[in-house]
């Protein structure tokens, strides 16, 4: 009976370690800033007229943004993903003008924070080149 009781409280003691470490790498992960393309909608380290169609795809609903990561990397004014980011992507893929850092690296803070390095411009605040 003893040694039941002792593997007992072993186990409790073992899966408490366990959901805690878990729970702490989580929040560790949660926390961390992910560098990213901007432009970049799919993820695939080139920005090209995919991520366009991805834009326009996740704006008419037709395909899922589980992290936000494609919000994150297609929001290339900062103002909110909108149809406008893709037309600034075209723009860039065209080689008319890059106001917006398309094609560089930015980092991403997921705690709400933002990123400080990232540009960010008023709403409805266009660059002169394109008005």
Same mark, same amino acid.
């Given at each position: 009976?003893?040694?039941?009781?002792?593997?007992?409280?072993?186990?409790?003691?073992?899966?408490?370690?366990?959901?805690?470490?878990?729970?702490? +790498?989580?929040?560790?992960?949660?926390?961390?800033?992910?560098?990213?393309?901007?432009? #970049?909608? @799919? !993820?695939? =380290?080139?920005?090209?007229?995919?991520?366009?169609?991805?834009?326009?795809?996740?704006?008419?609903? +037709?395909?899922?943004?589980?992290?936000?990561?494609?919000?994150?990397?297609?929001?290339? #004014?900062? @103002? !909110?993903? =909108?149809?406008?980011?893709?037309?600034h992507i075209q723009r860039y893929l065209a080689s008319y003008g890059n106001p917006y850092q398309?094609?560089?690296?930015?980092?991403?803070?997921?705690?709400g924070s933002g990123d400080n390095t990232e540009p960010t411009r008023g709403d409805n605040e266009?660059?002169?080149?394109?008005?």
């Open positions: 009976m003893k040694r039941i009781g002792i593997s007992v409280a072993l186990a409790a003691i073992l899966t408490a370690v366990i959901i805690w470490t878990v729970g702490f +790498s989580v929040i560790s992960v949660s926390a961390e800033s992910v560098k990213y393309l901007n432009g #970049d909608a @799919n !993820g695939d =380290e080139d920005v090209n007229i995919v991520d366009v169609t991805v834009i326009q795809r996740l704006l008419v609903e +037709s395909i899922p943004d589980n992290d936000e990561m494609i919000r994150v990397r297609g929001d290339v #004014d900062k @103002n !909110g993903l =909108e149809i406008i980011d893709a037309t398309i094609g560089k690296t930015l980092i991403y803070t997921p705690s266009l660059p002169e080149d394109i008005l």
